[in-house]
C-alpha cells in the first residue's frame, strides 16, 4: 500500500515562509516524477512544482521564483520551500507522485493546509 504523508504546512504572515515536506511510503520499486498541487477555495486545483525523476523541475507562473522544489530519492522525499508568501498562496497543498509498482500509478497525499495572512 503506497502513502503519501505531507507536513510543515501551517500559518504564515505575507513574506514569511513555510517548508513542507512528503514522504512515499510501501511497496515502492520506482517513484519517478514528485510534485506538489494547491488548491484555493473556490478554485480548482493547480500545478505548483514538479520534480522529474531525471532531475528536471517545473514550477507553475504564479509561484517561480519563489518556491523550490527539491527531492531526496533515498528517503523517498520531496520537499517545496516557499519564500516571499503571498496570501493568494493560502490554499490546501497536496503531494503528487508516480509509483511505479508493476505498472505506473499516479499517487495523492491528504493535503496540508497553508495560510498565508496579509
Known amino acids: 500500500q503506497v502513502q503519501l504523508v505531507e507536513s510543515g504546512g501551517g500559518l504564515a504572515q505575507a513574506g514569511g515562509s513555510l517548508r513542507l515536506s512528503c514522504a512515499a511510503s510501501g511497496r515502492l520499486d520506482r517513484v519517478n516524477d514528485m510534485g506538489w498541487y494547491r488548491q484555493a477555495p473556490g478554485k480548482q486545483r493547480e500545478l505548483v512544482a514538479v520534480f522529474t525523476a531525471g532531475g528536471s523541475t517545473t514550477y507553475g507562473a504564479s509561484v517561480k521564483g519563489r518556491f523550490t522544489i527539491s527531492r531526496d530519492d533515498a528517503k523517498n522525499t520531496v520537499y517545496l520551500q516557499m519564500n516571499s508568501l503571498k496570501p493568494e498562496d493560502t490554499g490546501v497543498y497536496y503531494c503528487?507522485?508516480?509509483?511505479?509498482?508493476?505498472?505506473?500509478?499516479?499517487?495523492w497525499g491528504q493535503g496540508t493546509q497553508v495560510t498565508v495572512s496579509s
Open positions: 503528487n507522485a508516480q509509483i511505479v509498482n508493476f505498472k505506473a500509478r499516479w499517487y
